[in-house]
């Protein structure tokens, strides 16, 4: 299998921390009178976007390490992390 | 009720997760050449995703619904649902089980039986398991229409053919890979859609300590001691002195042996994910990983529930309040109530398509375990047998279809005949409560014969609605709550005591009399035959060479010791 579930996962959760950063930044204050004064989704999205960029990481540094060895490792036949 | 303020942005999130679903599903299309690569991933899944999704397949609406509303009615107990049940459940199958169900190539649980006794165990547990399959992913589909009906004021029609949709084309396109590979998305949007949840709630009610205060209040004017909501053992010495009205042998007994071994170690749904691992090592490291967040599954699931009651009962500063039902709360609606309450526009995106996902992980799960179990045990095996493989891959495909089409209508059945679906349930209860006996004699005995497997679960399933029937829980007005025999021999304290102790006495029938009946009937099975079946008869796994961390046996006793901890701390 040649997808690193990573990828998509790391994609995903970015486009939504991105959206709800950018909606928190502009939404009103108002709004967060539900959410005990915590512009929550300012700071989740942060959170999400924090996590993304991890798992991207991982996904490329993967790849990488892929690139450099093609031996098998312990008792399987091909690493698809 | 009133509807929950959706705004455009909550849609947008939503229909970002569609696209990230359905494209996983076209990537993976291309992959699927051979009926193995449909069924069984082509067996190349790392442990770590193989692990998420031995959780996340478990990780449907009656999980996330149902573990908060156990929460709200009897507060940490429900903790031994994971401490006592999973847990210890996941770490035997990683050590002791999955050697056989991994080495013996089988395909299926219901092909294991089949290797180890005869056609007919295999065949009276395929069937029952691809009806419970489908009964259990309509029933997914309609708490999920049902809700989303309450919440957002969708059309009930509407929400079972968009999720049905859905769920159907990423499974047709990248089969077991593709419901495996969401199933991790998934995982990840629950963990992030809950979490902000949890630690709004506590916020809210002042920290733990504020809990806790709250809580005892709540136990006090009920009539219980004080700690009974936010303590999970203490109350457990007799029957009467908690809500749930279980004593600790029948917990331990009853929910941790019987019930949690006999889901995890041998329901396809979860074992189907293990089997499709990339060696053998990687199976055995699938359920043990999985534990690793179970463990902590009580903190995103339960404690919400138990906030929602400390907040509803004692007041907090946000003034949240369980929907009244029948002279007391509905439960059901402490988690979705939550997220209403608690998440402005934005963030109440994130939290309902947490929701969905959980629903559609329930459903995808049902029916890539019901298209394997119907293609290999059911048609391969007494429809069309010796077809070509690519006829086997186009078969799963076509049961995708049916499968799906047949829970929609159990959906629709579920909405006409709310107790039929208790019913059905009940039966599934009766069936899977002596199933762990026969897998533990069939792995660890090689005496155990065909004859003894099929008709020691018969005489197992019999005894479970036997006990049934001559019992009744506190406040029973139904025959579906047990009692129909006409005598009633005990009373139990509550519902979920009645149904441990028919596990018990399921299990120990099933115990006692395939035992019995293997030693009166021959064994016509070699010994040759047996080898990689039995425990006996199959050679040691060597482990040299694995790095201490990436051991299954190290890693469990690691899980196993944390659990313990837990258990304590919450004591």
């Not at chain 2, 053992?233 to 331990?252: D, K, L, S, T």
């Not at chain 2, 039966?427 to 026969?438: D, I, K, M, Q």
Request: contains cysteine; aromatic residues 14%.
């Amino acid at each position: 299998m040649n997808l690193d579930i990573r990828i998509p996962i790391g994609l995903m959760f970015g486009i939504i921390g991105m959206v709800l950063t950018i909606f928190g930044l502009m939404s009103n204050q108002q709004v967060y009178r539900r959410s005990l004064d915590i512009n929550i989704n300012l700071w989740w999205g942060v959170v999400l976007i924090i996590f993304s960029a991890l798992m991207l990481m991982m996904a490329w540094r993967k790849k990488c390490k892929l690139k450099k060895q093609t031996e098998p490792k312990e008792d399987r036949v091909l690493v698809t992390g | 009720m009133a509807h929950f303020n959706v705004a455009p942005i909550d849609y947008l999130i939503l229909s970002i997760y569609f696209v990230f679903v359905l494209g996983i599903g076209c990537i993976l299309k291309k992959f699927m050449k051979s009926s193995d690569d449909f069924f069984l991933s082509g067996r190349s899944i790392p442990a770590w995703i193989a692990g998420l999704a031995f959780i996340s397949a478990n990780l449907g609406a009656q999980e996330v619904i149902g573990m908060g509303a156990s929460g709200a009615k009897y507060g940490m107990m429900t903790s031994h649902f994971y401490w006592v049940g999973a847990i210890p459940a996941m770490a035997f199958i990683a050590i002791f089980m999955m050697p056989f169900y991994y080495g013996s190539k089988a395909r299926s649980v219901p092909e294991y039986l089949k290797l180890r006794f005869d056609e007919k165990t295999r065949g009276f547990n395929a069937i029952s398991f691809a009806v419970m399959t489908i009964f259990s992913s309509g029933i997914s589909m309609y708490a999920l229409a049902k809700l989303f009906g309450i919440l957002l004021g969708w059309d009930f029609n509407f929400s079972i053919i968009i999720s049905a949709i859905i769920v159907f084309a990423y499974i047709f396109m990248g089969g077991l890979t593709s419901a495996i590979y969401n199933e991790v998305l998934q995982f990840f949007l629950i963990v992030f859609g809950f979490l902000p949840l949890v630690l709004l709630g506590l916020k809210d009610v002042g920290g733990w300590a504020g809990l806790q205060q709250k809580l005892a209040a709540v136990a006090i004017s009920k009539g219980y001691a004080a700690g009974t909501w936010s303590d999970s053992w203490r109350h457990m010495g007799v029957a009467g002195n908690n809500p749930m009205g279980v004593e600790w042998f029948g917990m331990i007994m009853g929910l941790g042996f019987v019930l949690s071994f006999g889901y995890w170690c041998t329901d396809f749904l979860v074992v189907q994910r293990a089997m499709a691992a990339d060696s053998m090592s990687a199976a055995r490291r699938t359920p043990v990983i999985a534990a690793i967040p179970k463990m902590f599954f009580p903190f995103l699931v339960i404690l919400p529930g138990m906030i929602a009651m400390a907040l509803t009962m004692q007041g907090g500063s946000s003034g949240f309040q369980l929907p009244p039902k029948d002279g007391s709360y509905d439960f059901d609606m402490a988690i979705p109530m939550m997220l209403g309450h608690y998440f402005p526009s934005g963030m109440l995106g994130l939290g309902l398509t947490a929701l969905m996902a959980s629903f559609m992980s329930g459903m995808a799960g049902n029916v890539t375990a019901f298209n394997t179990v119907w293609t290999y045990d059911i048609y391969q095996s007494y429809i069309k047998p010796g077809q070509s493989d690519k006829h086997y891959l186009w078969m799963g495909r076509a049961a995708t279809v049916f499968g799906i089409a047949l829970s929609i209508a159990a959906a629709y059945v579920a909405s006409k005949f709310n107790n039929i679906m208790d019913m059905l349930q009940l039966v599934f209860a009766f069936v899977n409560a002596p199933l762990f006996a026969t897998f533990l004699l069939g792995m660890f005995w090689k005496r155990a014969t065909g004859h003894g497997a099929f008709f020691g679960l018969v005489l197992g399933t019999l005894a479970a609605s036997v006990h049934h029937g001559l019992t009744i829980p506190d406040g029973a007005h139904s025959i579906v709550k047990g009692g129909w025999l006409g005598i009633v021999v005990h009373q139990y304290p509550s519902e979920m005591a009645q149904n441990f102790w028919t596990a018990i006495f399921s299990w120990t029938t099933c115990f006692v009399m395939t035992i019995v009946l293997s030693l009166i009937t021959r064994q016509k099975r070699t010994n040759e035959e047996l080898g990689g079946l039995v425990y006996s008869l199959t050679p040691r796994i060597k482990q040299h060479g694995i790095a201490w961390y990436k051991q299954p046996a190290m890693l469990a006793l690691i899980v196993l010791a944390a659990t313990v901890i837990i258990n304590i701390i919450f004591w």
